[in-house]
C-alpha cells in the first residue's frame, strides 16, 4: 500500500514537476514565454481586481513571478512525493495564485471559444486543489487518529 501511494504523489506531482523543468529551461535572461504570456493575463487580472475592489496592486516584474512559480513547483513537488504536508501546501499556493491569472474565463463572453477553453482547464486546476486539500487533511486525521489511539497505562496491581 506504501507503494501505491508513492507512486500516485510521484504521477500526480509528475504534472507540476515537468511544467517547472519546462519553464526552467526556457527561463533565459527575461523570462522566456511563460513571463511573455503571463503579462498580458496578469494586466487583466490587476485590471480586474483594481475595478472590483478599488485596491492598487503594485507593479510586479514577471520574470520574478516566473521564477516564484518554478520555485514553488519544483521544491513542493519534489516535498510532496516524498509526502510532505509542506509540499503540498506550497502546491496548494500556487495554485491559489496561478488559477484565476491564468485562466481568467470571467473576461470572455459565454459565447466565445476562449471562455469554454479557459474554463475547462480552470476547473480542471479546481481538481488539482481538491485534491491537495484532500491530501492534506488525510494527512491531518491520520496525525490526530493516532493521538486519540493511544491508550492510557494500566495501573499495576500487586
Keep these: ?13 509528475s504534472v507540476f514537476l515537468l511544467s517547472a523543468w519546462q519553464e526552467y529551461n526556457d527561463f533565459g535572461d527575461d523570462g522566456g514565454r511563460a513571463a511573455k504570456s503571463l503579462r498580458p493575463k496578469f494586466n487583466a487580472f490587476v485590471n480586474h481586481v483594481t475595478s472590483q475592489t478599488g ?51 470571467y473576461n470572455y463572453d459565454v459565447d ?7 474554463f475547462s482547464k480552470f476547473t480542471q486546476s479546481l481538481a488539482l486543489l481538491g485534491a491537495l486539500l484532500f491530501f492534506i487533511g488525510m ?3 491520520r496525525r490526530h487518529g ?6 492510557a497505562p494500566k495501573a499495576k496491581t500487586n
Excluded: C, W
Excluded at 84 to 97: E, K, M, T, W
Excluded at 112 to 118: C, H, I, M, V, Y
Design 55 to 105: 485596491q492598487k496592486i503594485p507593479p510586479v516584474d514577471m520574470k520574478l513571478l516566473v521564477a516564484g512559480a518554478i520555485a514553488l513547483k519544483g521544491v513542493g513537488g519534489l516535498l510532496f512525493v516524498i509526502g510532505s504536508s509542506l509540499g503540498a501546501y506550497l502546491l496548494l499556493l500556487h495554485q491559489a495564485i496561478a488559477t484565476p491569472i491564468l485562466y481568467d474565463f
Design 146 to 151: 493516532r493521538q486519540l489511539r493511544k491508550k
Design 1 to 13: 500500500m506504501e507503494f501505491a501511494s508513492f507512486l500516485g504523489r510521484a504521477l500526480f506531482v
Design 112 to 118: 466565445k471559444k476562449e471562455f469554454s477553453q479557459l
Design 139 to 141: 494527512k491531518n486525521s
